[in-house]
């Protein structure tokens, strides 16, 4: 699914499914890695909190040892780990695999769980603790001589780690969020800058280098939403635990998709919001033609948008329709680089 153009190379993302069902979490996370590599994404977002089965460290190395190119995303939050633990975890999965790590780099989870793990800093204290975080790991791997650093958040004396990182293998940090608090952090650390994907595309965020969505498609409308509807029916349990979880959050863009969905009418058609609605994903969806989805892509990726996480239902058939796509979007910028 990676498009390759002249001067550019667009980066693809799987993200491990929202399982809840013990017996088939894993599965489906081991299938997704497999399919991620069989159609040539760059790698697979891997999620943390403590709703998740498995630690993603783990399941990063799960990744390097089921493929060949596939790339781990490791979803960080500072709360859970040291960023000398966080280095340590890549500098030992590229030393052992020589596979470039990437970094999903987020301050939130439900504010319950914020409070049980006695973490009371405010929403833009904890994007000043993530920006001292992925500068202190960023300094870990890549400084030839012991680190001291000297933060709010962090301090550190003569610490060094070994083996440090080469610099083609350094890892990428992704930050989500649509607060300014989240834009000022992902340019003061040099990292891609994530946004949902918006109902009209000229609201896309000044800075914005990536994109997080999910995709139904197939060569007819119909079959399109057809297959939606069957992959995401209706639930009145899932729209219930919605508004419970928006009663446990001060995410900025969760609380925006919110006032999308309860939106009547989407004004972009193809712009679904019932798989956030019925709490079956955290993200919108587009459903559609293979021609109007791949004249999406390509639009995004004119206007500067080099970094896709794509939520794709934990089906073989999904992703190779969804490949279709992306090799139609590469023909059509290759053919016309500009709008």
Known sequence: MK????????????????????????????????????????????????????????????????????????????????????????????????????????TGTALSYLEALNDHLSHSERYHRLREYCELIRALLSSPRPVSFDGQYYKTEHLQLSPRVPRDLQPAFLLAGHSDDAAKTAHAVGGIQMQMLP????????????????????????????????????????????ELSMQNTDSAWKMRLQRAADMIASPTPGYWLDPFRTFKADCPYFVGTYQDTAALVATLVRRGIDTFILDIPAREEEFYHVDRVFQSAQQELLERPSS
């Not at 040539?40 to 990744?63: K, Q, R």
């Not at 990536?210 to 009145?236: C, K, M, N, Y």
Request: hydrophobic share 45%.
């Open 3 to 106: 498009i390759r153009l002249d001067a550019r190379h667009i980066d693809v993302f799987t993200i491990s499914p929202r399982t809840t069902d013990p017996k088939a979490y894993w599965t489906n996370i081991e299938n997704v890695i497999d399919w991620s590599e069989k159609f040539d994404c760059s790698g697979i977002l891997l999620f943390t909190g403590n709703d998740t089965y498995v630690e993603p460290w783990l399941a990063a190395h799960t990744v390097c040892t089921r493929t060949i190119n596939l790339c781990p995303l490791v979803a960080v939050n500072p709360v859970y780990m040291h960023p000398f633990t966080a280095a340590k975890m890549i500098s030992t999965l590229v030393y052992l695999y020589k596979r470039k790590i990437f970094l999903n780099m987020v």
């Open 199 to 242: 109902a009209n595309v000229d609201d896309l965020a000044t800075g914005v280098k990536g994109i997080h969505f999910g995709i139904v498609t197939r060569e007819q409308e119909a079959h399109a939403w057809q297959a939606a509807s069957e992959l995401f029916p209706d639930d009145d349990m899932g729209r219930e635990l919605l």
